[in-house]
Nanobody, 121 residues
Framework: QLQLVESGGGLVQPGGSLTLSCVVS????????MGWFRQAPGKEREGISC????????NYKASVKDRFTISRDTAKNTVYLQMHSLKFEDTAIYYC??????????????WGQGTQVTVSS
């Protein structure tokens, strides 16, 4: 069964760090690219970054590329998003998603349920 399950969200103070995890099942990370997205209240969903089937990465959002890092552990079927120096504006629901093919241009069609990240003092 195809499944993406995010975890690791929570409440963090500005300047803090969190690592989000996306555990996948029903397919191999060696066959598909994976991405992280977020949606803040009242705003459209936006892409953060993507990692392809060979581990190559693309950053979609310039404002976070020096603070957020996407990675994966194929043995654990898990994709991570390490977030540092968190800001109030990083508050959002964070989603992982799978593409239909091996690269990040294949189109994201399968989504997890999301995990809430709240940055607050």
């Amino acid at each position: 069964q195809l499944q993406l399950v995010e975890s690791g969200g929570g409440l963090v103070q500005p300047g803090g760090s969190l690592t989000l995890s996306c555990v996948v099942s029903g397919f191999s990370l060696n066959d598909h690219a994976m991405g992280w997205f977020r949606q803040a209240p009242g705003k459209e969903r936006e892409g953060i970054s993507c990692i392809n089937n060979q581990g190559g990465t693309i950053n979609y959002k310039a404002s976070v590329k020096d603070r957020f890092t996407i990675s994966r552990d194929t043995a654990k079927n898990t994709v991570y998003l390490q977030m540092h120096s968190l800001k109030f504006e990083d508050t959002a629901i964070y989603y992982c998603a799978r593409t239909s093919g091996p690269n990040c241009a294949s189109g994201f069609g399968t989504w997890g349920q999301g995990t809430q990240v709240t940055v607050s003092s």
